[in-house]
């Protein structure tokens, strides 16, 4: 097996990964706010977070993996009682889109998707041991944690405390805090707002804490892995080191990796630049979620990606020549030659793979692996293809696309959906029919088929050995 090598952010640097329990990960991933629906910067880091998992599992690892939904903060508060409308009844579409975007992107399923708003117990809990540990007190009717009490406090991010001090002092006179660089672990609620019976009066939990007490409920006090954003190290991570290693005495994650941001066209997104682009935003202008998946891997996560549509059309073309090798492939007959160059190129193409995916997940260099071994392979098909030679092929690329997840599998979402949305059976029927129609003679019956195929994005080629179709 492959050594495993990820960068840390927690010491900045690159480390040979062992888990804690031999055979089996445990992950924790902030997850979405469902307050809208989620962006394409959004969408990186979860695609990300999938590439992990999917190169854990590759490596033979099994994986348990939350990922919290924060459905109650202020925002959300806010918007429901605009809506008139309570904050479950606010959130619910929102937590369906992000769903249906995740298999939209063919981003697995994790273990654990808990919701602030059924672990308010836990996080009482650990804001409780703070308290009688002395990292927290109260002030109003709000709970703080008390920075000036952990020593360690900086460490992820290697932030400047004093800096942070003059920048967030005016903030802070809102609050009647000890320090202004101290955070709020429990807010009490103003009138009509949603809230939770606590020992500090009715309120709700701040957002950091959440993390912390949904991570040690499914994962442990001490799990292997922790990822996000790279806009969530600091305060985010940052004070949920603070909370769960004050709380538990122990370290919370061993190894902490972030992703880089994603700007559009070289710029930042936003709202009012107007490209601040949604899953179903992208679709609807024909796009298709093969191609944006294709494109959000291809760039290492350590690497900011600069999302433009120019790239999304280099990612069909280069899409394009995984497809055309495959159905060459597909439609080209074996000879008796032999098979041990084209085991051997396999077998060559799958170390290469597997070596990107261990250096820190270098998915551009398992991708530019993959591209190699499909101009070895055409080459081999203008030779000539060795028995099981197909099979051979088909295994290797099967494999890569356990981690990757962008072959054509005919049911994308999108402009890959051309195909007219005939099914495979529809087509093969189609192409026999016609087949039938030029046997007999009949070709005004075969041009009609070939239209309708072509109408629905499908080309037909007739070879010595019969016809045969694409998607095109
Ligand atoms: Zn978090």
């Known amino acids: 097996m492959n050594s495993l090598k990820l960068f840390n952010s927690l010491g900045r640097c690159l480390q040979e990964f062992e888990p804690l329990e031999p055979g089996h990960i445990r992950l924790y991933t902030c997850g979405p706010t469902v307050y809208d629906r989620i962006h394409i910067g959004n969408l990186r880091t979860f695609v990300f977070e999938d590439l992990l998992r999917r190169t854990l599992r590759f490596f033979g690892y099994r994986v348990t993996q939350a990922m919290n939904l924060t459905d109650v903060e202020d925002k959300i508060i806010a918007a429901a009682l605009e809506a008139d409308v309570d904050i479950g009844t606010f959130t619910a579409p929102h937590v369906a889109s992000f769903f249906d975007d995740l298999t939209t992107l063919r981003i697995e399923r994790v273990e654990h998707y808990p919701r602030a708003t059924e672990h308010v117990a ?64 429990w ?22 804490i959440e993390c912390s007490a949904m991570s040690q409920k499914y994962l442990g006090k001490t799990f292997d892995i922790h990822c996000g954003g790279v806009d969530n190290l600091f305060p985010h991570h940052e004070n949920e080191i603070a909370q769960s290693e004050s709380a538990n005495c122990c370290p919370l994650a061993r190894y902490w990796l972030h992703s880089e941001h994603l700007t559009v066209d070289g710029e930042k997104m936003s709202k009012s630049l107007g490209n601040c682009y949604t899953l179903g935003d992208l679709l609807d202008r024909g796009l298709s979620a093969r191609s944006i998946r294709y494109l959000l891997a291809s760039v290492h996560y350590r690497q900011q990606l600069d999302f433009t549509f120019d790239k999304l059309a280099a990612a069909d073309r280069a899409l394009k020549r995984i497809d055309d090798m495959r159905f060459r492939l597909a439609h080209e007959v074996e000879k008796e030659i032999d098979p041990g160059p084209l085991d051997r190129a396999a ?61 054509d599998t005919g049911d994308w979402a999108g402009a890959a959906e051309s195909g007219g949305g005939l099914s495979d059976v529809e087509i093969d029927a189609l192409v026999a029919a016609r087949s039938e129609a030029r046997a007999t ?22 070879a010595p050995g019969g016809s045969r179709w694409k998607r095109g």
């Open 122 to 185: 836990e996080m009482i809990a650990m804001i409780e041991r703070l308290l009688t540990a002395g990292y927290a007190y109260c002030a109003d009717d709000c709970v703080f944690f008390r920075i000036g009490a952990d020593e360690d406090y900086g460490r992820l991010s290697g932030i400047d405390l004093d800096q942070v001090r003059r920048g967030e002092r005016v903030r802070s006179d809102e609050y009647d805090k000890e320090d202004a660089r101290d955070f709020v672990l």
């Open 187 to 208: 807010k009490g609620a103003k009138e009509g707002e949603p809230a939770w019976p606590s020992p500090w009066g009715p309120g709700r939990p701040g957002w950091h």
């Open 347 to 407: 077998g060559r193409f799958e170390n290469a793979f597997a070596t990107a995916l261990a250096d820190d997940l270098n998915t551009a260099g398992a991708l530019g692996a993959v591209f190699t071994f499909v101009h070895t392979v055409n080459g081999f098909i203008d030779q000539g293809l060795p028995p099981g030679g197909r099979t051979r092929v088909h295994a290797a690329l099967d494999r890569a696309d356990q981690v990757l997840a962008v072959l």
């Open 441 to 462: 003679r009949d070709f005004a019956a075969a041009d009609r088929i070939r239209d309708q195929l072509s109408e629905a994005g499908v080309v037909v080629e007739d």
